[in-house]
């Protein structure tokens, strides 16, 4: 069962699913490929982000920003703190700061 479902809209509306795995989000596409993951480390009570990408064809969607949002969820449901090594994930908490005040370290 996916983790977070999301509708895209561009050439017609396509529903695309982001399942964890271990330490990761994995966007897959309609037709199940994996376009985007979001990598994390577990560490004490946190997750640090590492690494956030969106293969070329898909990107400029926002896609990004919906595999950190689901970092964001997870920290919220397992009562986590969230840091971030990854640039995309760093300027996104910095440009939110004040809605995050919950979860970043």
């Given at each position: 069962m996916p983790f977070w479902s999301t509708k895209i809209f561009g050439?017609?509306?396509?529903?695309?699913?982001?399942?964890?795995r271990e330490?990761?989000?994995?966007?897959?596409s309609d037709k199940g490929?994996?376009?985007?993951?979001?990598?994390?480390m577990p560490m004490n009570n946190s997750i640090i982000i590492t690494h956030t990408?969106?293969?070329?064809?898909?990107?400029?969607?926002?896609?990004?920003?919906?595999?950190?949002?689901?970092?964001?969820?997870k920290?919220?449901?397992?009562?986590?703190?969230?840091g971030a090594t990854c640039p995309y994930a760093v300027k996104y908490f910095r440009e939110h700061k004040e809605e995050l005040t919950d979860v970043l370290k």
């Open positions: 050439e017609g509306e396509k529903l695309m699913n982001i399942i964890e330490n990761l989000f994995e966007l897959l490929e994996v376009i985007g993951e979001m990598a994390y990408g969106v293969s070329l064809d898909y990107r400029g969607q926002g896609l990004a920003e919906k595999l950190v949002l689901a970092g964001i969820q920290a919220r449901r397992e009562q986590l703190k969230l």
